[in-house]
């Protein structure tokens, strides 16, 4: 079956850096996305990978390793606002996504 | 540019009665759309694929004569879900993909949500 696995919840501190790892079982792979939902609102758009190696946008970058089934989205330089659910979804050979549960970020002073 | 429009934000409905929901695309066409409910703490669950000009493709385990989907054309889809009942209230987001083979063709973008409640 397809499956994606992310850890349900992550403290970090104001300043410090976080990883927040993914990983995933598909029918077929079309890119693995990463979205940052805050509460009561829908996702927005991070990142998206297709090709194994780390893609770096500002503070948040985002690797794959496709032969792993695996990617990671790296926070650095931690705000308050960065504090929301970030969830990772992989897309299957018919251009479905599916959905990780998300992984809760906690930002603490 | 890619933005997607979602109507209603929120709405309140009293048990038994119908709510529409429009998801536009208001600067490109989106051969596909996608509907999906998500539970307060919980991930996204994709309801629905419509494509533009045929019937929509619903997931196991959603009506498909409860929660209508339209997609009319390429710039706009509706869920209405008919009689409402309060476990029904739920989070509703659309997202919309271009399908046109461009570079930023496998993203979805996302409409803001729409908060039901249904009382």
């Known amino acids: 079956g397809q499956n994606i696995d992310q850890p349900t919840e992550m403290t970090a501190t104001e300043g410090a850096i976080v990883q927040i790892n993914c990983t995933y079982q598909?029918?077929?792979?079309?890119?693995l996305f990463w979205y940052q939902q805050h509460a009561g609102e829908a996702p927005t758009f991070l990142s998206y990978n297709v090709l194994d190696g780390l893609e770096e946008k500002g503070r948040f970058s985002s690797f794959l390793s496709r032969s792993k089934g695996y990617s990671y989205l790296l926070l650095k330089e931690l705000q308050m606002k960065d504090s929301a659910s970030y969830l990772c979804a992989a897309m299957d050979s018919n251009y479905q996504l599916i959905w990780g549960a998300g992984t809760k970020l906690i930002i603490k002073p | 540019g890619a933005v997607v429009s979602q109507h209603p934000s929120w709405v309140i409905c009293k048990s038994g009665t119908s709510v529409k929901i429009e998801c536009r695309s208001l600067d490109f066409q989106a051969t596909t759309m996608f509907w999906y409910r998500q539970f307060p703490k919980q991930s996204l669950m994709l309801m629905a694929t419509s494509n533009e000009g045929s019937k929509a493709t619903y997931e196991q385990g959603v009506e498909k004569d409860k929660f209508l989907i339209n997609h009319a054309s390429l710039t706009l889809s509706t869920l209405t879900v008919t009689s409402a009942h309060p476990e029904d209230s739920s989070f509703y987001i659309c997202?919309?993909?271009?399908?046109?083979?461009?570079?930023?063709?496998?993203?979805?973008?996302f409409g803001q949500g729409t908060r039901l409640t249904v009382v």
């Open positions: 598909t029918s077929g792979f079309n890119g």
């Open positions: 997202s919309a993909r271009r399908g046109d083979g461009s570079p930023s063709d496998t993203e979805a973008f």
